[in-house]
């Protein structure tokens, strides 16, 4: 017994363990977040939202140009300075504005005409302007080894936003109110980033670094991009190709299935960062993506049986629907995770171009299939296109790793890389 507790506390301590319990904690107060949203709003409308939401993250991540992927290998090695990053990321700001006025105008012709609404239409540059500076700085924590303080950013972030949706909620706020919140979220994981990098802005030139950044950048720019695209264009492909209402039920049955993804997401950042410094083997990861999993599989179980329930108590009848859709996804989240993990592996060992290859192949799978099952099955063809896409992606990811394996440590160093 004594043993077990051991290991259970120096699970809690470790990075790894503090950035999985702040990813629980976000988890929580984004199914909170999703409840009220999804009460207030309505079918619809929470399809609106959830469009919105998926949009403004993709085009984050092709407007920082895959920099907040590079900065995660080249800050350990000291190749560059926090200060140039930033400077490299206020220079991309300006691409980035122009792309969200080029969407947000697409989305108001081609998807719904509520994005042209006044509020709408500026509260979506405002929280994508926000958003871009957000996901800047927490992988700039992330490349300095603050991958639990990154994960409480965020959570704080959630929280703010839970509590200005409870003041818009009492108020009677329509949709332009839920983007308000939104936007208010972003500035605060701002703020809190700033607070907490704020002796790390300066550092040591490198010479040629800002150039070096902006050319590894593109190439590692489909590892986000494509991965993006495989978690978040099913919602905007179900909004164009099926209705806002089918978007509302897929949008709902993935704020539980999120869950799946979070110690994942968490186990990911440590190991990354482990694999650039090289005290972490191959054997050792393998241990902790398939470990993981099987711990997984029992949420997956229990998600599987109580989710009529779990979404009857939490979003009310009118969303009976995204129960169906719940389990598909949790079984596409399940497969997901070890892409998670393998993925930043990957850049961590040096790959450069090839390191996108499992997320464009999860891109071109989701839609593709998203375009041939959609039409006919709404929400839930999107949800077996996930399956499909994410399957796809966590194979590429490990035989890309098994390539990389003599270039990380051995396994006598393992326990090193847990600490």
């Not at 409308?45 to 993709?58: D, M, N, P, Q």
């Not at 200060?83 to 206020?90: C, E, F, N, R």
């Not at 497969?335 to 993990?341: A, Q, Y």
Request: aromatic residues 8%.
């Amino acid at each position: 017994m004594r043993r077990v507790l051991r290991l259970i506390s120096s699970g809690v301590v470790s990075r790894a363990g503090r950035t999985t319990l702040w990813s629980f904690g976000n988890v929580a107060l984004a199914t909170v977040v999703g409840v009220i949203t999804a009460r207030l709003l309505g079918v619809d409308l929470r399809g609106v939202l959830g469009i919105f939401v998926s949009v403004a993250g993709l085009v984050v991540l092709v407007g920082t140009w895959g920099t907040n992927v590079a900065i995660r290998r080249l800050l350990p090695r000291g190749e560059i300075s926090a200060k140039q990053y930033l400077q490299v990321s206020a220079f991309l700001f300006l691409f980035h504005v122009l792309l969200l006025l080029l969407v947000v105008w697409g989305l108001s012709v081609l998807v719904d005409t509520t994005f042209a609404e006044p509020v709408v239409f500026f509260g979506f540059l405002a929280y994508g302007a926000a958003y871009f500076w957000s996901n800047q700085l927490l992988d700039l924590m992330n490349a300095s080894g603050l991958m639990s303080k990154s994960a409480a950013t965020n959570a704080l972030g959630t929280a703010v936003c839970m509590a200005a949706l409870v003041v818009a909620a009492l108020a009677g706020a329509g949709l332009g109110g839920v983007v308000l919140c939104y936007f208010v979220s972003m500035l605060a994981q701002i703020g809190i980033g700033i607070v907490t990098l704020r002796h790390s802005f300066g550092g040591v030139a490198q010479p040629g670094a800002r150039g070096h950044l902006l050319r590894l950048g593109p190439k590692l720019l489909g590892l986000n991009l494509g991965q993006a695209i495989a978690y978040r264009a099913d919602t905007a492909l179900i909004g164009a190709l099926g209705s806002a209402g089918a978007a509302g039920i897929y949008a709902v049955a993935t704020t539980p299935a999120s869950v799946l993804t979070m110690p994942a997401t968490a186990l990911s950042q440590v190991v990354m960062h482990d694999a650039a410094a090289r005290t972490i083997s191959f054997r050792g990861i393998l241990r902790r993506v398939f470990g993981l999993m099987a711990a997984l599989a029992v949420l997956v179980v229990v998600g599987w049986l109580l989710a009529d329930l779990v979404i009857a108590i939490l979003f009310g009848p009118d969303f009976a629907e995204a129960a169906g859709v719940l389990r598909v996804l949790l079984l596409a989240q399940l497969l997901l995770v070890p892409f998670i993990v393998f993925s930043r592996v990957v850049v961590a060992c040096g790959a450069t171009w090839s390191a996108s290859l499992p997320g464009i192949v999860g891109a071109v799978t989701l839609v593709g299939l998203g375009v041939v099952l959609i039409p006919g099955l709404g929400a839930f063809g999107g949800a077996w296109a996930s399956v499909c896409a994410y399957a796809a992606m966590s194979l590429v990811s490990f035989v890309q790793v098994f390539r990389y394996r003599d270039t990380l440590r051995t396994p006598a160093s393992d326990d090193r890389s847990t600490t």
